[in-house]
């Protein structure tokens, strides 16, 4: 065989070669890429299972007043909270929300005069707000919700039709919406808008200065109960409505790729037993031929470029 048909031969193979090693850098590629999100999903659901369990433990050695046991829970409550997959929090407000719990957390267990109320109140904030990352179609906050209308409806009892005053009834139940709503408020902002909480924030903050007065203005008085209603009804989701969560990725199948794979090469392979028929039919194809098959080759190169070697605007499309 002359040594121009014996090249032309060999940039066959390595044309082909070279595509089909092409083809596998871009399947492998997403494959492997694909399985850093897997194992990402899997360390973050287990960094939440500890959150949960270590806020349950302290939640359960609180109210058996086991204050060695809440310490240590507590000590893995905070290692946890630390490994928490933060994307999986709806806004940088949810995260600081959960931060200052913790902290607020450690605080009152760690205080000289340590205030059972407070205390208390952290450690259920705690749980609810763990709950609601552990549980996001079904967490236990929401449960809250007739609770808390159950408190407005005693709060405008007690305020009247024609209020002219707070009476002790209207600010014990004003109280109680107070104390529910520092509760649930943490597990809130995990999944709902930022505008949501700060509008109950507001809400609650002018429902106090109105009521802190022995006689409050009766002008305001009147429209409270509307206000805090509305307010507290706006940190659940609707009928139609879900509690936002951050979707999982689920990457492709392995099968996808393997049907992908085996297609190229069997197009490959269809190619160049077509070329070894041509070879074998004509001997001597001349240089002619050679550089026919060389500018074959160098088309089959570009159907599948290698991986990286598109111009940005191409890649940009791609992704």
């Known amino acids: ?13 390595r044309n082909i070669a070279l595509a089909l090693l092409a083809a596998l850098a871009l399947l492998g590629g997403p494959a492997a890429a694909s399985a850093e999100p897997a194992a990402a999903g899997e360390s973050g659901a287990a960094a939440i299972g500890a959150f949960h369990r270590s806020a349950e433990s302290l939640y359960e050695a609180l109210r058996q007043t086991d204050r060695l046991q809440a310490t240590r829970a507590l000590k893995e409550l905070e290692d946890a909270f630390r490994s928490l997959p933060m994307t ?4 940088a407000e949810g995260v600081q929300a959960l931060a200052g719990s913790v902290t607020e957390m450690k605080r009152a267990l760690a205080s000289v005069t340590p205030d059972d109320d407070r205390i208390e109140q952290a450690a259920g904030a705690l749980r609810l707000a763990a709950d609601a990352l552990a549980n996001p179609e079904k967490p236990i906050w ?3 919700r007739s609770i808390l209308r159950e408190d407005v409806r005693s709060l405008e009892a007690g305020l009247g039709t024609k209020p002219e005053s707070a009476s002790p009834a209207a600010r014990k139940a004003f109280e109680s919406v107070e104390e529910h709503y520092r509760l649930i408020r943490t597990a809130a902002a995990l999944s709902r808008e930022p505008y ?5 924030d507001s809400v609650m903050r002018y429902a106090e200065r109105v009521l802190k007065p022995d006689r409050p203005d009766p002008k305001l008085l009147k429209g409270l109960p509307a206000n805090i209603r509305e307010a507290m009804e706006g940190l659940f989701p609707s009928g139609n409505e879900e509690p936002t969560a951050v979707p999982a990725v689920m990457p492709p199948t392995w099968g996808f790729t393997a049907t992908i794979g085996s297609i190229i090469v069997t197009i490959l392979s269809w190619a160049g037993w077509r070329r070894y028929r041509y070879d074998r039919d ?7 031929g050679a550089q026919d098959g060389a500018g074959r080759g160098r088309r089959w190169l570009w159907v599948i470029p290698p991986r990286g070697s598109l111009p940005l605007a191409h890649r940009a499309r791609r992704l």
């Open 196 to 200: 949501v909480i700060e509008r109950a």
């Open 1 to 13: 065989m002359p040594y121009s048909e014996t090249r032309e031969s060999g940039a066959w193979i």
């Open 142 to 144: 929401l449960q809250y």
């Open 88 to 91: 999986g929090i709806a806004t």
């Open 282 to 288: 004509h001997p001597k194809g001349g240089s002619g």
